[in-house]
């Protein structure tokens, strides 16, 4: 299929993902419909396709109001919270050993300053969760107050372009919570000691999501595995993160319809980089658990096609012959070239597991991670159709050039 086709078929993968599904969340039915949509089209390319099935849950939201003597405050309900009503004392931390030392028990608790600046990872998230996070989650555990309040400013790194972010994203903690801005933080701050009002619309239900695996090529024995995730944030279209990589995935597999070789090729949509606790990644390490060193590469795409720019693509702990592969076929492509570094995406789970890795985005990832994505700005008219095209036809020419080498 010519380039220009092959751009029409990627216009429409994206508008259906984007578009006609409204939301790709784990656990909501838009996530279940993007999902089968995927299946369906690579088992088209004669692909072989599973899609094991994971616990979630999903979650709904109708907003929150807090008040302090009738005045309001503007909050967002943090991610996967209980809802509820309290009304009690407000208490304030800034530091932990501020909250080491305060009594919130009972009371709503407002978190701001230094132990507000970065997103608190999930307590059972298991890729990575630094001390100091588990530190601060056990005391707020540990002392209960009725509800938590943060005043946060920007964390690109993990919260992406959101301002404010929420602090909490996890449905394993149980303690209700909303989020604000920093000047909202500093106005609330101003009533400690005060009656706080807050109540808070939502509510968590049991659900189900799937990994999809699409299998061409002799053997497992020798593979090679390219994923991107399929899932996106709340609040946003998820075109570049991660709708692209997903589009890129679908074109390949109908450029390696006729595929053949012996070289084992694992297609995967990954679901669940955007939730708090990533069960389809989990499900992935726990499946090749014991097959790991079948994996000669792992490739993995998120934010790729961005209008503006090149496409960048690193390296990780690849054998020389690989490598050599990967800069000979990449190199040769417009619009193409070597990028830094990163590990916030799907590709660290190969090097946690002493496998080679390619990760392919746009060159400008770190602008996207901090002004778009997470966003409702994440929408179709930043994505270039073109450039995921030639992503999927680079891919099909590295995994021909390296089903040669022995």
């Not at 088992?43 to 109001?65: K, L, M, N």
Request: net charge negative; glycine share 8%; with cysteine.
């Amino acid at each position: 299929m010519t380039a220009p086709r092959l751009s029409e078929k990627a216009q429409r993968y994206l508008k259906h993902l984007c578009l006609d599904i409204p939301n790709r969340r784990v656990g909501s039915s838009g996530n279940r419909a993007a999902t089968d949509f995927f299946a369906g089209v690579v088992a088209s390319f004669d692909f072989v396709t599973e899609s094991p099935v994971f616990d979630c849950i999903h979650w709904i939201q109708e907003g929150a109001r807090l008040t302090v003597d009738g005045a309001p405050f503007e909050v967002l309900v943090s991610p996967y919270s209980l809802g509820g009503r309290v009304s009690a004392p407000l208490v304030v931390a800034s530091t932990v050993d501020e909250l080491e030392a305060l009594e919130p028990t009972g009371k709503v608790l407002l978190l701001r300053g230094e132990i507000a600046k970065e997103q608190l990872m999930p307590k059972n998230f298991t890729f990575y969760n630094p001390d100091h996070h588990q530190h601060i989650v056990h005391l707020l555990e540990t002392k209960g107050p009725r509800a938590i309040v943060a005043a946060t400013s920007r964390d690109p790194a993990l919260a992406g372009g959101l301002y404010p972010f929420p602090l909490i994203e996890d449905g394993d903690f149980d303690i209700p919570s909303v989020y604000m801005t920093e000047d909202e933080g500093q106005r609330l701050a101003r009533h400690a000691g005060r009656e706080v009002s807050l109540e808070i619309v939502a509510r968590r239900s049991p659900a189900t999501g799937c990994n999809v695996y699409a299998r061409k090529g002799a053997g497992p024995e020798r593979r090679v595995v390219v994923c991107a995730h399929i899932d996106a944030k709340d609040n946003t279209p998820g075109a570049i993160d991660n709708a692209g990589g997903t589009v890129v995935l679908l074109l390949l597999a109908e450029l390696l319809a006729e595929y053949t070789g012996s070289l084992g090729i694992e297609i995967i949509a990954l679901n669940g980089e955007d939730y708090y606790s990533a069960p389809g990644q989990k499900e992935f390490v726990l499946r090749n658990a014991s097959k790991f060193d079948q994996v000669i590469l792992g490739i993995n795409l998120d934010g790729p096609g961005y209008y503006q720019g090149a496409t960048a693509y690193s390296t990780y702990d690849c054998p020389a012959d690989i490598a050599a592969s990967i800069h000979r076929t990449f190199s040769a492509r417009k619009d193409m070239s070597e990028g830094e570094p990163w590990y916030q995406s799907d590709h660290s789970i190969f090097l946690q597991n002493a496998r080679p890795a390619l990760a392919i985005t746009s060159d400008q990832f770190m602008e996207l991670s901090t002004h778009l994505t997470h966003t409702p700005k994440d929408s179709l008219d930043i994505v270039d159709s073109a450039k995921l095209v030639n992503i999927a036809e680079a891919l099909r020419d590295l995994l021909l050039d390296l089903a040669s080498l022995r």
